[in-house]
């Protein structure tokens, strides 16, 4: 731009006010990249964006008020005239190369987010393709396991209620899993029973050193998610901080006011630490590549181990 405009002439006029204006060009742009503004204008931030371009639109406009040097005629008229033209020229090419700057920084940003997103989708896509291949690996014959199941559950009833109840929450898991393999969204009440379900399993089989507290409220039953966007947090409060020989305590809370999903557990680290280290960013990576292709910009995931207590706090915008 500086070749192509009257900005190559500047130099002449005052080196100082040329360097000074590349360099807010130059810092225009890279300003811009840095700040993201694809990401604020597709998250509705309205706001903060407005504040950017005022900032922008003043700093330009200072820059435009640079005190340059008169220009020296014979006749004084002439002199403040050709000035004021020269001025009034400068300030134009000023206020056009950064419009290009910000077109063309705008452009190149949305390019590279375009292509972030679809880079995203691509290894949620590829997840979700070998999930399912290793699904219809693992079913084989979903009538016949059933069918099998409902054998195996005749021969435990009148054995144990226990092991009756313990039955039938794996029967009832089995089948959501089963029915919501090929689903992409679910009523999220449906999603809060196999959590349930699944917790009253595992008490099932630990003892009474592991304490469960599980906070559960939603105002709208029929909201709809993904299926199975908490069970990696779920399970891995009971792989890694539930025990049968010391007391512990697994908090797991699931809140929906106003669209807004709040999903929070915090457990102490019991066993595996070093399994524990190795194999959870492997997970936290999967859901949070998940959730950014579901929920781009809707969604805050923080995840933080405290004095070998372990708490995820998750967020999601419905809306």
Not at 68 to 95: G, H
Not at 198 to 205: A, E, G, N, T
Not at 288 to 308: A, H
Request: glycine share 2%.
């Amino acid at each position: 731009m500086v070749v192509l405009s009257q900005a190559q002439s500047w130099w002449a006029v005052s080196p100082a006010f040329t360097c000074v204006a590349l360099a807010y060009f130059y810092g225009s742009y890279f300003v811009i990249k840095a700040v993201r503004l694809p990401e604020l204008i597709l998250s509705k931030s309205y706001y903060r964006l407005i504040g950017i371009i005022l900032a922008f639109i003043i700093l330009t406009y200072l820059i435009t008020l640079y005190p340059l040097p008169k220009m020296d005629f014979v006749i004084p008229s002439m002199s403040e005239y050709q000035t004021r033209v020269r001025n009034y020229n400068i300030k134009i090419t000023v206020w056009f190369i950064f419009s290009v700057i910000v077109c063309y920084s705008l452009t190149v940003a949305f390019i590279k987010e375009l292509y972030r997103r679809r880079l995203l989708q691509s290894i949620v896509e590829n997840q979700r393709d070998k999930a399912e291949l290793a699904l219809f690996k693992a079913q084989i014959n979903p009538h016949f396991l059933f069918n099998t199941l409902n054998s195996i559950y005749s021969l435990v009833v009148g054995t144990s209620q226990k092991a009756e109840d313990a039955f039938i929450k794996f029967t009832d898991l089995l089948k959501y899993t089963y029915v919501t393999a090929e689903k992409d969204s679910v009523k999220i009440v449906d999603e809060i029973n196999y959590i349930t379900n699944y917790i009253d399993l595992q008490l099932i089989r630990l003892n009474d050193r592991t304490k469960v507290i599980w906070d559960c409220y939603v105002d709208d039953e029929a909201k709809i998610i993904p299926p199975m966007i908490f069970l990696t947090f779920v399970e891995n409060t009971f792989k890694y901080g539930s025990s049968t020989s010391q007391n512990c305590d697994i908090m797991i809370k699931l809140h929906l006011c106003k669209g807004v999903v709040v999903f929070e557990t915090e457990n102490r680290i019991m066993k595996h630490s070093d399994e524990f280290r190795e194999n959870m960013p492997i997970g936290i990576n999967n859901c949070r590549n998940r959730l950014s292709v579901l929920f781009p910009d809707q969604y805050t995931l923080d995840i933080k181990e405290e004095d070998g207590v372990f708490k995820v706090h998750l967020q999601i915008n419905l809306n």
